[in-house]
C-alpha cells in the first residue's frame, strides 16, 4: 500500500510540488515542506473522523465521486485545468475534516513553514481533493466497504511514511499529548496551551510568545 508521502517522492508528487509551487507562488522547496508536513495531518485528522459511524459513512459517501482520476494529470490540472473547482472542492473538504479549528491549523503550518497563511490555505484546498483521490484509489484496490476496513486503510496509508521523515514535528503535531485528538493538539498548540513542549509544540509556543 502507498503511503501518503510516498506520493510526493512519485512523478505525481513533483507535478504536485510544482503546480502548487507555480500557483502559490511558492518555493518548490518550501512548498514541498508544507506539504511533508500537511498532508499527514490532514490523513490524520480523515483518520479522527472515520473513528465514527457518521463521520466514516461520510467518508465513504464522498470516496463515490473521488475515484484517483485526479492523479492521472496533475500537470494538465495546474496548466489549463480547472483549478478553481478543485479548490473550491477543497474548501468544502477542509470544512468538514477540520471545523472550526482550520484557521488554527492553517496559522500553525504557516509558522512552520515560512509560507503565507494564505497560501498555505490554498495549498491545503488544493491538496485535500488529491488525498481524497489517493483515498479513493486504495479503496477501490483494496476493496474496503466497512468502517473498519476504512479506519485500517487510513492507518496505513499514514503508516512508518510519517513517522520516517520529520519525525519530531510531526509526532508533535498530529498528537501531542496521546490522547488521539490532531484537532485539538494543533488549537492549542497555535493557543498556547500545548500539553507538550518538545518538537512542535515547543518552538510554536516560542513564536506565539507562549512559553
Known amino acids: 500500500m502507498s503511503g501518503i508521502l510516498d506520493l510526493l517522492n512519485s512523478d505525481i508528487g513533483k507535478s504536485l510540488i510544482n503546480g502548487m509551487s507555480g500557483h502559490t507562488g511558492q518555493s518548490k ?20 473522523n472515520a473513528s465514527s459511524s457518521e463521520g466514516a459513512s461520510g467518508i465513504m459517501g464522498a470516496l463515490q465521486k473521488h475515484d484517483g482520476s485526479i ?12 483549478i478553481n473547482a478543485v479548490s473550491k ?4 473538504i477542509l470544512g468538514h475534516l477540520l471545523g472550526n479549528k482550520q484557521e488554527n491549523i492553517q ?6 513553514s515560512g509560507i503565507d497563511a494564505s497560501s498555505v490555505g490554498e495549498t491545503l484546498k488544493v491538496a485535500a481533493p488529491i488525498l481524497m483521490g489517493l483515498l479513493g484509489k486504495q479503496q477501490r484496490q483494496s476493496n474496503v466497504i ?3 476496513g476504512l479506519q485500517d486503510l487510513l492507518g496505513g496509508m499514514i503508516g512508518n511514511n510519517a513517522a520516517d521523515q520529520n519525525q519530531s514535528f510531526l509526532e508533535s503535531i498530529l498528537d501531542a499529548d496521546g490522547d488521539g485528538s490532531v484537532i485539538d493538539d494543533i488549537a492549542g498548540m497555535v493557543l498556547g496551551g500545548n500539553k507538550s513542549k518538545s518538537g512542535l509544540g515547543g518552538l510554536l509556543g516560542g513564536l506565539f510568545g507562549k512559553k
Open 29 to 48: 522547496s518550501k512548498t514541498s515542506n508544507l506539504l511533508t508536513m500537511a498532508l499527514p495531518v490532514l490523513m490524520q485528522a480523515m483518520k479522527r
Open 71 to 82: 492523479l492521472d494529470n496533475l500537470g494538465g490540472l495546474f496548466s489549463g485545468g480547472n
Open 146 to 148: 466497512s468502517s473498519s
Open 89 to 92: 472542492d477543497g474548501g468544502k
Open 107 to 112: 496559522n500553525a503550518l504557516s509558522q512552520t
